[in-house]
């Protein structure tokens, strides 16, 4: 389809339960895919497949199934994932359970392919619908865990902005800053505005991280929401297997790579203005900024030292840095 043709989803807030949406929303010719966690709650409104994870077996089993018109997919990434590869060439409607991470109106999928994990293009959501009472109904300690690595995973945009202008030859703060101005104003909001995790804040959160799966949308364009941050992720993933996906979280994993990525910017151009601005929003977030609250989400030092290492050679601002250069950054941005 013609890019100027396409429809981008809205993003609706309602104040009614998951249970209660789906079962509205269904029909004969849907096919509703979830995780496991949310099954309980939509198994009774038709047809389920339940996606436990992103793996790519479950795409062909699921499309085998019954015939079917629309999906709505409703949970976590890996859940909105699958439900939107199984429904590739028809309509799907999005309900995300939580905001951990910028997937939720993506018109792409990250499915796992052996060990590994692909980005994908898939089907882009008719609507993206966020169920206000079963997000606030969480335990407050969860809804800031997971909203938390939501934000944290937003704002890697000013990471990836600066790998670009790392790749382009111009690391002007003008045109990092002017490829994610939406992730900036983020910022700005969360220096500003946000006091604590309450429903003024996932509501936020959600329009920021629908909007900035637009900006990748509408420029066809995912190397603005991931770079180094993104690889030093899935090789501290690899590197841990004692990480787990809720500790360390995604959003602080890729928070960490964003901070040492906006530290390498001030030491290349002089110009401190990002860090600043992301440190200050991290604090009042209570993503990690030390050595200590890194060690209490689960991520240490040597953690850090061995992914950097890992990533040298694959082609990233990040990853570049430390070909040429020790560790020493590291201790002059977590070392309180
Ligand atoms: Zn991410």
């Not at 690595?149 to 002017?178: N, P, Y």
């Not at 993933?237 to 040492?260: E, F, K, W």
């Amino acid at each position: 389809m013609d890019k100027t043709e396409q429809k981008l989803p809205e993003l609706e807030f309602r104040n009614e339960t998951i249970k209660s949406l789906v079962s509205r929303l269904t029909g004969k010719d849907v096919l509703i895919v979830t995780d496991p966690f949310n099954y309980p709650k939509v198994k009774d409104a038709g047809r389920c497949a339940v996606a436990p994870d992103n793996r790519c077996e479950q795409i062909p089993v699921i499309k085998s199934g019954p015939f079917y018109e629309r999906v709505i997919a409703v949970g976590g990434c890996a859940a909105l994932d699958i439900g939107r590869a199984c429904a590739v060439g028809k309509s799907i409607i999005v309900v995300p359970s939580i905001l951990s991470t910028s997937c939720i109106s993506l018109d792409r999928s990250v499915i796992k392919y052996g060990g590994v994990n692909r980005l994908e293009k898939t089907q882009l959501p008719e609507k993206v619908i966020i169920c206000m009472p079963d997000l606030m109904d969480m335990p407050p300690a969860e809804l800031e865990k997971w909203c938390q690595s939501g934000f944290g995973d937003l704002f890697t945009m000013a990471a990836a902005s600066i790998d670009i202008q790392h790749k382009k030859g111009d690391l002007s703060i003008e045109a990092v800053t002017g490829n994610v101005g939406e992730c900036f104003k983020a910022i700005e909001w969360v220096i500003n505005d946000f006091d604590g995790y309450n429903e003024t804040s996932v509501k936020a959160l959600a329009r920021f991280l629908h909007d900035s799966s637009l900006v990748v949308v509408v420029r066809d364009d995912s190397n603005l929401n991931a770079a180094g941050e993104h690889l030093l992720y899935h090789s501290l993933l690899r590197l841990n297997p004692q990480y787990t996906s809720s500790r360390p979280t995604h959003g602080q994993i890729v928070a960490a790579g964003t901070l040492i990525a906006a530290a390498i910017y001030r030491e290349q151009t002089g110009n401190a203005r990002i860090l600043e601005a992301i440190s200050k929003a991290f604090k009042k977030l209570g993503l990690p900024l030390t050595y200590d609250e890194l060690s209490k989400a689960g991520i240490e030092k040597r953690h850090l030292q061995e992914g950097l290492s890992d990533i040298k050679h694959l082609g990233s601002h990040l990853g570049d840095y430390f070909k040429t250069n020790d560790f020493g950054i590291l201790d002059r941005v977590f070392s309180a």
